[in-house]
Nanobody
Framework: VQLQASGGGLVQAGGSLRLSCAAS????????MGWFRQAPGKGREFVAA????????TYADSVKGRFTISRDNAKNTVYLQMNSLKPEDTAVYYC?????????????????WGQGTQVTVSS
């Protein structure tokens, strides 16, 4: 599976962005998918995850109520809608695919990663 993340950019605090992660291959619908982020000088941090059938979604406390993860298995794509963005959301955002199909919170559970997309929120 190859993952291609897109949709990052520069936005003012309070603004919105929608990230997309397009996957190659016919097995996308079997994978759990997650979004993580990494700010300069920090480790990779869990943001959100979704099970293979969208039946389960999990969010980091820092983004609950502001971010929404979704997926379209027909398009082999997972999305992260980010609203009410804050400067502390600034990071490179990565999407990951987990062959176990669950919405895993730990980066080590993920088997494939996209290249990352930069999100910068100005104050």
């Amino acid at each position: 599976v190859q993952l291609q993340a897109s949709g990052g950019g520069l936005v003012q605090a309070g603004g919105s962005l929608r990230l997309s992660c397009a996957a190659s291959g016919r097995t996308f619908s079997r994978y759990g998918m997650g979004w993580f982020r990494q700010a300069p000088g920090k480790g990779r941090e869990f943001v959100a995850a979704i099970t293979w059938n969208s039946g389960g979604r999990t969010y980091a406390d820092s983004v609950k109520g502001r971010f929404t993860i979704s997926r379209d298995n027909a398009k082999n794509t997972v999305y992260l809608q980010m609203n009410s963005l804050k400067p502390e959301d600034t990071a490179v955002y990565y999407c990951g695919a987990d062959r176990s199909a669950y919405a895993a919170l730990h980066s080590r559970a993920y088997d494939y990663w996209g290249q990352g997309t930069q999100v910068t929120v100005s104050s």
